[in-house]
């Protein structure tokens, strides 16, 4: 296993920017010239080492012999934000396109993937589907995926978390049809089979963004996505998410696990 952790200069940012890196240690195990990657996101009040920090996920990239590429966002809402930075830009195409220069990781469609916890499953949901030809597959666990239920639970009662909305999404609170996962899903859903990602989701029965899971779980499912959802006795946690990734890991690459162990010598 190989780990960097550092920071890369974002023209689309304006500045440096932190970067956890994970690639699997025996590469001559991996078929590919260039390794399959996930890009994973964290959640709000999070930063770009918090997988490795709450979870196993070294071991598990190892496993599949993929990459995990984590940025930073802040607590951006992986937003082009109305009064910020252009994070769903800065991660969406300037990321892969920069670690693609740097590391020997999937430049293709068919390599590529994108999940997240909570704030970032809605990010890795808002990316696969607005970016279907750069993704092959998103997931999303515990994800704040209706936001506009959670833009009608604002109030003034909390002015800092009020300001911050504003900040993102502007100072009127109108989610753009591009930041709503539900316009999204519709959306994308119109084009061709092949060229749909897929998405998986993940939520705690007792988590307190499970009915934003359970909406979308019912919007997708008449779709033609391939779609997997999956719920157990859970909450908002790191015992969760850990198992979460996991799951995605193998609906991304089904069989890819069993393989690698076959090979080695």
């Known amino acids: 296993m190989a780990f960097f952790k550092g920071s890369i200069r974002s023209k689309i940012l304006g500045m440096d920017t932190s970067l956890t890196i994970v690639l699997p240690f025996d590469r001559a195990a991996v078929p590919e010239r260039e390794c399959p990657v996930v890009y994973l996101l964290h959640g709000h009040g999070e930063n770009a080492d918090v997988w490795t920090r709450m979870t196993s996920v070294e071991r598990y990239a190892n496993a599949y012999g993929v990459a995990l590429i984590m940025p930073e966002v802040q607590r951006s809402f992986y937003t082009d934000m109305a009064a910020g930075l252009a994070y769903f830009s800065y991660v969406s195409k300037e990321l892969p396109d920069l670690c693609e220069q740097l590391f020997s990781v999937s430049s293709r469609r068919e390599g590529r993937f994108v999940a997240g916890l909570s704030m970032g499953g809605y990010g890795a949901l808002k990316v696969g589907l607005r970016c279907p030809d750069r993704f092959a597959g998103c997931a999303g666990f515990s994800g704040c995926l209706d936001i506009e239920a959670l833009r009608a639970s ?112």
């Open 154 to 265: 604002l109030s003034e009662s909390d002015p800092g978390l009020l300001g911050e909305a504003k900040a993102i999404f502007g100072e009127d609170l109108v989610i753009k049809p591009e930041d709503n996962l539900f316009y999204l899903v519709e959306k994308t859903a119109l084009l061709p089979r092949d060229r749909l990602p897929k998405v998986m989701v993940t939520c705690g029965c007792e988590d307190f963004l499970y009915a934003h899971n359970t909406r979308f779980r019912d919007t997708i499912q008449p779709l033609p996505y391939e779609f997997r959802y999956r719920e157990w006795p859970g909450v908002h946690e790191w015992g969760f998410w850990d198992q979460s990734i996991q799951y995605a890991l193998e609906f991304f690459f089904p069989g890819r696990r069993e393989a690698l162990q076959q090979s080695k010598p």
